[in-house]
Nanobody, 121 residues
Framework: QVQLVESGGGLVQAGGSPRLSCAASRNIFSFDLMGWYRQAPGKQRELVATVTSGGDTNYAVAVTGRFTVSRDMPKNTFDLQMDKLKPEDTAVYYC???????????????WGQGTQVTVSS
């Protein structure tokens, strides 16, 4: 059973640059896809950014140019560097990992418990 644990959230002023980390219970490079998602109050969970096992990244339009995802091999963490935060970035941020487990393409998907990021104006 894979476990993901997020850290780094909290109360941040607009314009701030916090860094979220997602620690995994297995080698992060073993996952086919890892991502950060967020859910604001009253809204659906939405994609923030993803990275494939090959290192290809994808960002939501709302965060492009401000957020950066990376994988830290020594620490075995999947990180989200957030810059130029805005009040509308306030949400619970979730780490996600996916792995294909058989030749038919079946996937196992794991979510972290989430970490709250609150941006004050």
């Amino acid at each position: 059973q894979v476990q993901l644990v997020e850290s780094g959230g909290g109360l941040v002023q607009a314009g701030g640059s916090p860094r979220l980390s997602c620690a995994a219970s297995r080698n992060i490079f073993s996952f086919d896809l890892m991502g950060w998602y967020r859910q604001a109050p009253g809204k659906q969970r939405e994609l923030v950014a993803t990275v494939t096992s090959g290192g290809d990244t994808n960002y939501a339009v709302a965060v492009t140019g401000r957020f950066t995802v990376s994988r830290d091999m020594p620490k075995n963490t999947f990180d989200l560097q957030m810059d130029k935060l805005k009040p509308e970035d306030t949400a619970v941020y979730y780490c996600h990992a996916q792995k294909v487990v058989n030749v038919e393409g079946a996937r196992v998907s794991t979510w972290g418990q989430g970490t709250q990021v609150t941006v004050s104006s």
